[in-house]
Every structure is written in C-alpha cells, then in structure tokens.
T-cell receptor, first 114, second 115 residues
C-alpha cells in the first residue's frame, strides 16, 4: 500500500532548466493536487485535478504545468526554473471532492533552483 | 476570501500542555484539520473536526472549534520532546467552483518542547 508517491525527493536545478515532479497514487483517487510550501506562508495550491483529463489552476499556477492522462498520475512540470521556485512541493490526493477527511499527502519534494 | 492565520512560534516545557491556535475567515468551511510536519518530512494528518462539531478528543489531542469566532485550537496534553514539529491548521471548503477539496493552510506554528 504505497499511498501517494512523489519523486524525486531532492533536486537541484539551474535557472532556466525544466523538470517534472512525479506524483502517483494507488488508491484510485479522483482528486489530486500540488502544493508548494514556503517558510512563513504555509502551503499554497498550485494546480489540481478532479479526474483524468481535467485540471485547473490553484492559487499560484504561474511557471507550472500539469496534466492528468491517467487516474494514478499527476506530474508537475516546471517549464523554465527560476530561483523563486525553490520550495518544498507536496502532492495530495483524495477519493472525491467530498472526501474532506481522507486527504493523503506525499512525502514532499525539495527543490532548489540556483 | 479564504485566510487562515496562526502564530509562528510556541515554546513549552516537557510535560506541560500546549495550545496552538488558528483563526480562519471563511464561514463555509466544512472540515478543519491539524497536520504535523517533522523536520525534513511530509505532512501527517493528526486530527480533523467537522464544522458542525465543537470539540473532538483523541488521546492527548483535543480540538476545540468556536465557529462563531472562527477560531480553532489544538491542545496537546503532557507535551513530549517528540511533539516538537510544525503544526498546520487547514480548512476545506466543499465544491468551490468545482475545485473539490481545496485546502487552505495556515502559515504553521513551530512548537518547541524544552526539557
């Protein structure tokens, strides 16, 4: 029972490089989302998806793309990394939009952009 | 709009009770959560309360919700050094523009437990 799996756990990028943070869940959850965590700011929603083929923007979507081609996977792409994207990224999933008490988080991905 | 606020730091002595406070602004919250984050780790759901409840107790944890004042608190009884972590409160609002479980997090409270 893997739950929500994020890779990589740590990554250092140079400014302008692109990369993809992977997120996979094995619980057949419809709802998946990406957050970034910055000191003193809590977690902020980047993008979310309510099902395969459907994505939408959250609070801080600029500089990030997502896709949801399968129920299991929800990758987050950084198109041209900037130092402001240095952060800890968390993927989360839940069974449906009404599953308020069963939201599962991944272990986090620590990204540094130099 | 949604806004969740917490104080940034709390220091307590081992064995004392800790009370971490949180205020929120959106009265349509359905669930309110407390998450714990240890250094270098992800978020661990500690407990949650449905918005029509006033109190929930789970072993050493007591959650109090004052819906009128939009105030949520987490009390940890007999605080131990292993409780040192960042604690986030979060609110969930159902069905906001089809967004489902959009969680809004507070800034987190760093709890330091001293011997």
């Amino acid at each position: 029972n893997a739950g929500v799996t994020q890779t990589p756990k740590f990554q250092v990028l140079k400014t302008g490089q692109s990369m993809t943070l992977q997120c996979a869940q094995d619980m057949n959850h419809e709802y998946m989302s990406w957050y970034r965590q910055d000191p003193g700011m809590g977690l902020r929603l980047i993008h979310y998806s309510v099902g395969a083929g459907i994505t939408d923007q959250g609070e801080v979507p600029n500089g990030y793309n997502v896709s949801r081609s399968t129920t299991e996977d929800f990758p987050l792409r950084l198109l041209s990394a900037a130092p402001s994207q240095t952060s800890v990224y968390f993927c989360a999933s839940s069974y449906s939009k009404d599953s308020g008490n069963t939201i599962y988080f991944g272990e986090g991905s620590w990204l540094t952009v130099v | 709009g949604e806004d969740v606020e917490q104080s940034l730091f709390l220091s307590v002595r081992e064995g004392d009770s800790s009370v971490i406070n949180c205020t929120y602004t959106d009265s349509s919250s359905t669930y309110l959560y407390w998450y714990k984050q240890e250094p270098g780790a992800g978020l661990q759901l500690l407990t949650y309360i449905f918005s029509n409840m006033d109190m929930k107790q789970d072993q050493r944890l007591t959650v109090l919700l004052n819906k009128k004042d939009k105030h949520l608190s987490l009390r940890i009884a007999d605080t131990q050094t292993g409780d040192s972590a960042i604690y986030f409160c979060a609110e969930s609002i159902l069905g906001v523009t089809g967004g489902g479980n959009k969680l809004t997090f507070g800034t987190g409270t760093q709890l330091k437990v001293e011997l």
